[in-house]
Nanobody, 128 residues
Framework: QVQLRESGPRLVKPSKTLSLICAVE??????????WTWIRQSPGKGLELIAY???????GFNPILESRASIGRDTSKDQFTLHLFSATPEGTATCYC????????????????????WGPGIQVTVSS
């Protein structure tokens, strides 16, 4: 059974970097046609794709966040990571990691049906 779980700080100060890890169990980040994605949902808003990394290590970003985001992976641990630089209070959100079997579409709101597996989410607050 595939399980994903997010970990990281729940409180980040403005202008600092938010760093999250997604641990994958029951699967591998190098599985063919797998797309490992970070998604967030701010209060009162829809699901928003942040970035993804695919089974080859290729990456894709939400154009709005691309200049402030970095995504990577550790294939030995089957984990993938997210760094969001220069955090702002508007970045307060629940962050999810998820797996898709097709390349995510960046720039649009996320459809839950596009993803096969989700982590439970981690609430991150950006505040001083």
């Amino acid at each position: 059974q595939v399980q994903l779980r997010e970990s990281g700080p729940r409180l980040v100060k403005p202008s600092k970097t938010l760093s999250l890890i997604c641990a994958v169990e029951g699967d591998s980040v190098t599985t063919d046609s797998s797309y490992w994605t970070w998604i967030r949902q701010s209060p009162g808003k829809g699901l928003e794709l942040i970035a993804y990394i695919d089974y080859t290590g290729a990456t894709g970003f939400n154009p709005i966040l691309e200049s402030r985001a970095s995504i990577g992976r550790d294939t030995s641990k089957d984990q993938f990571t997210l760094h969001l630089f220069s955090a702002t209070p508007e970045g307060t959100a629940t962050c999810y990691c998820a797996k898709a079997a097709h390349p995510p579409t960046v720039g649009n709101l996320v459809s839950e049906d596009d993803y096969d597996y989700w982590g439970p989410g981690i609430q991150v607050t950006v505040s001083s």
